[in-house]
């Protein structure tokens, strides 16, 4: 169940500008805010015009501890409040909610709204304290997207701040992409890394009770059954039923959120465990236990990041064609089934690669579903000394399974010569993150709030 995320709503307004129209704006931003899942909001029944008021109602808000403030400007209005607010709550992400100008009367100013959110966007940035901007009428579906967007990357923040990553067995050798900065991680963003061994997990899932096993045989078939003629062989669905259960298990007992997973090779040698791991981490992931192949802890970083921003599961890939008209997202049978292509079968399969193809199971294949997508990676800059994140936007297409495991093709908005270039001379990771949706405005305002060197390959 997904924690409540409390947001502070304060309408500020100056004490000779209020008006019914301005009252209606504030119960219509109300309204629209309580009808967010997940959301509980706090604030006053009326508007803020004096500082001392605004002292007051923070005493309160200092007991409720919001995780966010939106402070908006009905009409210009003092300066002080915001920055105070913010500051005393620990510099909690601040929303500058600013409305149009409405036509003169007269030649009088009618609200001045733009003004106080440029005014206070200094402050913001002065003191750097997070911060968004939203333009736009309150009960209009422009407002609701602004808000619902700057809202979800206020959330990624807060989860990245509390996150836990297990990381099973390390990365997988010479993946140099995989590796991660601990204390690097855990200071300038602040995700807490565990290290589990496999060993840990091979003995849970050798010791998985019958009920434990139930419960995992059930998640795996609600998502794919097995191919008639080109399935698991022998043990190998029994296997692959007891290290999803093990993980799940592993995952309660470590008190982690996340994963990332050494996925070859101990977990394929017969003398190990003696499977393909693939399926069970897209299964993992279409269960709610976000899990990155390869030991890439940036990678699970990406794919919670770009879940919590997208509210869509996220695919954890390679980009194995950039060339011509399209790309090619891929991975070897990872992905969760609720991204599958409508009309399309997910079914478990034998690897098509481990050792020479059709030896040894799990992989779950299927085409991806078309649609707007945004390709993402985030990673070390090139000293080590910070983070960057490449963003790419593109349009999912129509795509068959012309190539065994988990395709799309995608058409990006700068052309593949472009994007090939970014990466080969900018020398990124070769590991990605596709969430479905335009996500670049979103992305690029947690990076400026993370200090998180952007991309945007155009």
């Known amino acids: 169940m997904a924690s409540t995320f409390k947001i502070g709503y304060l309408p500020l307004s100056k004490v000779n500008w209020t008006n019914d129209t301005l009252e209606a704006a504030r119960e219509n931003a109300l309204s629209f805010l309580k009808t967010l899942p997940d959301v509980e909001v706090i604030g006053p029944d009326h508007m803020l015009t004096l500082e001392e008021e605004a002292v007051e109602l923070l005493e309160q808000f200092e007991k409720d501890r919001p995780d966010l403030i939106i402070t908006h400007f009905m009409t210009f209005s003092l300066g002080v409040v915001p920055p105070m607010f913010a500051q005393r709550l620990g510099n909690i992400p601040v929303i500058l909610w600013s409305m149009k100008e409405p036509d003169p009367k007269g030649g009088r100013l009618q609200n001045n709204s733009f003004c106080a959110a440029n005014m206070n966007a200094h402050h913001m940035y002065r003191l750097h304290i997070p911060y968004f901007h939203v333009h736009a009428e309150p009960g209009s579906e422009d407002a609701a997207k602004q808000l619902t967007n700057a809202i979800n990357v206020a959330k990624a923040m807060k989860m990245l701040g509390r996150m836990r990553i297990g990381l099973i067995g390390g990365r997988v050798p010479g993946f140099y992409t995989s590796s991660y900065s601990e204390m ?75 994963l990332a997973m050494r996925c070859w090779p101990e977990v394929i040698l017969n003398e190990f465990y003696g499977i393909a791991v693939c399926s069970t981490m897209g299964h993992l992931t279409n269960h709610g236990h976000v899990c990155a192949c390869e030991g890439d802890v940036y990678g699970a970083v990406m794919m919670r990041v770009g879940q919590e921003i997208s509210q869509e599961k996220p695919f954890f890939c390679d980009l194995i064609i950039c060339e011509g008209d399209y790309g090619v997202a891929w991975h070897c049978g990872a992905a969760p089934c609720s991204i599958c292509k409508e009309g399309s079968k997910p079914e478990l399969h034998c690897s098509a690669t481990v050792e020479g193809g059709g030896v040894k199971g799990l992989t779950n294949e299927f ?92």
């Open 367 to 458: 085409p991806l579903k078309p649609g707007r997508v945004t390709l993402a990676r985030l990673g070390e800059k090139r000293d080590g000394d910070g983070y960057r994140m490449l963003v790419c936007t593109a349009d999912g297409l129509d795509t068959d399974l012309f190539v065994r495991g988990n395709p799309l093709k995608i058409r990006f908005d700068a052309g593949c010569d472009t994007v090939r270039k970014e990466l080969i001379e900018n020398g990124w990771e070769h590991h990605f993150v596709l969430i479905y949706g335009d996500h670049a405005d979103e992305l690029s305002a947690f990076c400026r709030n993370m200090d998180i060197e952007f991309h945007l390959v155009k």
């Open 184 to 258: 690097l991680l855990r200071r300038s963003l602040g995700p807490e890394v565990k290290l589990i061994t496999e060993h840990e997990v091979f003995t849970a899932a050798n010791n998985l009770s019958d009920e434990e096993y139930k419960k995992a045989e059930a998640d795996i078939l609600s998502d794919a059954q097995c191919h008639p003629t080109d399935g698991p062989r022998g043990d190998q669905f029994e296997k692959a039923v007891r290290l999803y259960g093990a993980i799940v298990k592993t995952k309660e007992k470590f008190m982690v959120d996340t």
